[in-house]
């Protein structure tokens, strides 16, 4: 099924919940990233550097939890 990258999201948010217990807040990176793009997107905006980075240390972090999870290394 074909779904928006905020359905798709919200999807991969509930997911991730259930894999991260107790750490929600990265369970929320998809949903946080999905935000930016239809900001820069469909708003016009354009992200300044400081939260492109938080963005990038938010993918880290949840690049090494799910790592973590999955018995491997990020």
């Known amino acids: 099924p074909s779904e928006t990258p ?3 999201a919200e999807r991969t948010e ?12 990265l369970a ?11 900001d820069i997107r469909f708003g ?8 492109i980075e938080q963005l990038n240390g938010q993918l ?6 799910l790592a973590q999870a999955n018995g491997t290394t990020a």
């Open 6 to 8: 905020r359905e798709f």
């Open 14 to 25: 509930r997911m991730l919940g259930a894999r991260l217990d107790g750490h929600s807040d």
């Open 28 to 38: 929320e990176v998809p949903a946080r990233i999905v935000s930016a793009y239809y």
């Open 44 to 51: 016009g905006l354009s992200l300044a550097p400081s939260r």
């Open 60 to 65: 880290d972090d949840l690049e090494s939890r």
